[in-house]
């Protein structure tokens, strides 16, 4: 474990291996962020649900997982004996953008979502920058971690995650970054989890690879993936659980927030009423300041702590009477430097606090 603002481990060797570690390193964390989960899970029921119900419900999703990503699902089952946890709670907290796919499941009316970006060309180096604010629930903030992985087979990779969870953004040693936005779709099913597919990206060599995990077989719900390489090659995907479109910036800046810009994806989208304006005014304000002439990382750590559309704002603090279950925040900012293969985070909000560079050979 390494000190930094927000905490850092060092796992490695295999599926199994890198799980424990991570479930022993944060045993307590796990265990808390677990609880909260469910607990965000069963207050925001439209249907009675208890123990026994909601572990039932995801065991389709387990075997549609267990069936195309066979080290992930071994991994998270390394994480639930590290920290103590029943493998069916680990499961579930990896599922936590997944689950608001439900129609009877509430908890994302709030969440105003993430807004992404990408500039391929960073003005005075030429590096590719790629990055993100993640916004979820407030409560989420204290499970912020980074994982620094050492796998037995395949790249390097620093990952940006929340306890428990196997991986949220990030970049690996061949140069590629993912971050992502939650897409509301109506198709969901049995498929391959949000954070599923963000480390089958993470374990590429290339971007042909890379883009092969949101775009092959089937996911669980709706997604935005933006992807890019070191050498400034950007793809951004758009999904549902059976479908997908693309997007090719171009050697362009690009950014994305919670809607779908696909036309023929629209209507396979979910409006959720109180986020769905958050999302059209973020990315007007996305695009307006990613049309500057020198966009380089400190520019783009400014533009994370935005506050155009106050509270809901791309620097998100939710509104001041929501409870800390419900209320949309900004739990952490990143701008990744995929040349450098570094990651640039902040804890919380980048109004409040500072970025702190974290390279991926610490």
Known sequence: MNETAIPLVELSGS???????????????VGEHIACHREWIFENSAIPLDDESLDATWQP?????EAVAPALIEEMRGIARGAGVPFEHVFQVNSLLDIGNFRWIDCVRQLVGCTSFVVPHEAGTNQTLIGQTYDLAFFRRRFNIVLRIRPED??????????????????????????????SSNDCQPGKLHAVIVRQVLAATNLADAVAAPTAGTRAGGSHYLVADDAGHVVSVETTAGAFALFYPDGKPYGHTNHYLAEWLQPRQVIRSTAIGSSIARYTALRRFLQRDDLDRESLKAMTADHSSYPRSICAHGGPDEPDHLRGSTIAAMVQVLGERSM????????????????LEG
């Open 15 to 29: 599926p199994s291996d890198i799980g424990e570690a991570h479930g022993e390193s944060f045993r307590e964390l």
């Open 61 to 65: 999703w387990i075997a549609a997982n």
């Open 154 to 183: 395949g790249p390097s990779q620093l990952v940006y995650s929340l306890a428990g969870i196997v991986g949220l953004a990030g970049l690996n040693q061949h140069g590629l970054g993912i971050n992502i936005n939650y897409l």
């Open 344 to 359: 640039h985070i902040c804890a919380g909000c980048a109004c409040e606090g500072e970025y702190q560079a974290i390279a």
